[in-house]
């Protein structure tokens, strides 16, 4: 499903996303319910969207609060908020941990940090993480703030909600419902069907128990190219689709070094036309460090840093080079991140980001290259079938995303349905991951290179 374009003329990115911003800047400032809910697809304009809630907020008088889930995300919206205004003064809440927030805020006269919420108290924005703030309590304040924005609300669980509930009147809830689950390092199968899951997202469990509240989406997404936005937001958000803010021919990418002919290349080039490539292993039960899909990984970031790549885009009216830091690997576990790296150290490869999906959350990259999550696996778990992981790994990028991967997944998934439990009570997630894979493996199975070794 896909947005069709309003009546009387063509679809118009810049103009829909305007749109759907300012009927929830209305409904936050001027609504009366005591919630408001925003689904927001990869690169939707998701922290531009926080930032701008939080200036008018702060210009109306309405002094607020700003949760988000990690230190990283606090850190960069008290950046972005002194880019866009530099005088608005911002109170960041940290922790006594040693360094527990970027240096770089240190340079911002604006901003006040402080380990005590009291000592903030007064300034237009205060922003800490959903950990921070379930230490403070009601009756160390004044008064609760009136307002609240919480970023990446899918990411929070509904029991650090709850922690924090009470120092608020009415909150902003903007979060990306594709994305990965919230983490809980604890089995919660205890708790599933209950009415207050505390593992379950903040967003599910708030909207379980107020369904009136309002509900809005942004419709377009900056980051993913046109090439990519039809198969993200048809595997993973069949029921809030998006388009791309770009077109086809908007974006290119280009090397100035030919092809060697060999499949790392062929796989690049691929990608760079279509906008997404399958680099194909032979299919094999193998290790979960697979060395010869590692290898694959590192030989193809090294061609990429080798070909001279270019970026052109509506960014800018020239090409930008593709260094090291506009690219990323992605993989599904940690070792197989720390084989990837060492494998790059060899190649003479430092500078690259790579991570797993739970830690590229959030983060854009020209290009990214993946380890399939089932790649090489005898079973296809709960873990490796979760819609969300394989969401982020394939939404990162701008230009192209180029996925290694073992064949036979497809015979896999068919071998292996689902024999989770079902829970009495427990919304049934759509997607689910046997979906989703499959019809993303059916679309990179159009741009596939067989790997030659």
Not at 112 to 138: E, F, M, N, Q
Not at 184 to 193: H, L, R
Request: charged fraction near 25%; proline fraction near 7%; glycine fraction near 8%.
């Amino acid at each position: 499903m896909q947005l069709a374009p309003p009546a009387g003329g063509a679809f118009d990115p810049g103009a829909e996303a305007a749109r759907a911003t300012e009927a929830i800047l209305h409904d936050t400032l001027h609504g009366t319910h005591r919630g408001v809910v925003v689904d927001s697809p990869p690169g939707a304009g998701k922290s531009t969207l926080v930032v701008r809630a939080a200036r008018e907020l702060a210009a109306a008088g309405r002094p607020l609060m700003v949760i988000a889930q990690t230190n990283a995300q606090v850190d960069d919206l008290v950046l972005r908020l002194a880019e866009k205004d530099p005088k608005l003064p911002v109170g960041r809440l940290h922790s006594s941990d040693p360094d527990p927030y970027d240096k770089a805020l240190d340079d911002l006269p604006n901003v006040r940090k402080s380990t005590k919420a009291g000592d903030l108290a007064g300034l237009d924005v205060v922003i800490s993480t959903a950990a921070k703030w379930a230490h403070v309590k009601v009756d160390q304040l004044d008064a609760p703030w009136g307002h609240a924005i919480v970023d990446e609300a899918y990411q929070m669980r509904s029991d650090a909600l709850l922690a924090v509930a009470g120092l608020f009147e009415r909150a902003l809830f903007v979060g990306d419902p594709g994305q990965l689950d919230p983490f809980s390092i604890v089995g919660a199968e205890q708790w599933a069907g209950l009415a207050y899951d505390p593992s379950a997202s903040a967003v599910t469990t708030l909207l379980a128990h107020n369904p009136e509240l309002p509900q809005h989406r942004l419709p377009v997404s900056w980051r993913l190219p046109a090439s990519a936005a039809p198969l993200v937001s048809g595997a993973f958000y069949p029921y809030t689709p998006f388009r791309s803010g770009t077109d086809h021919g908007d974006r290119a990418l280009r090397f100035a070094v030919a092809s060697d002919g060999s499949a790392a290349d062929r796989v690049i080039d691929e990608a760079a036309e279509a906008g997404w490539g399958l680099l194909e292993l032979p299919a094999r039960n193998t290790p979960r460090t697979d060395p010869e899909a590692v290898g694959a990984l590192a030989r193809v970031v090294r061609r990429l840093l080798d070909r001279g790549g270019a970026a052109t885009s509506e960014r800018g009216p020239g090409p930008a080079p593709l260094t090291a830091d506009r690219i990323a690997v992605g993989t599904a576990h940690r070792d197989q991140a720390a084989a990837v790296r060492a494998a790059l150290a060899d190649l003479g490869v430092r500078d690259v980001t790579v991570d797993t999906a739970n830690r590229l959350q959030g983060r854009e990259y020209d290009v990214t290259v993946v380890l399939h999550p089932l790649s090489g696996r005898p079973d296809a778990t709960a873990f490796h079938l979760e819609t969300g992981r394989l969401c982020v790994l394939t939404s990162r990028h701008r230009h192209a995303c180029i996925v290694v991967c073992r064949a036979g997944v497809d015979t896999l998934l068919d071998d292996h349905p689902s024999t989770e439990p079902v829970q009495l009570g427990v919304t049934v997630k759509f997607p689910d991951g046997w979906e989703a894979n499959h019809a993303v493996l059916a679309r990179l199975a159009e741009h596939r290179v067989r790997w030659s070794g």
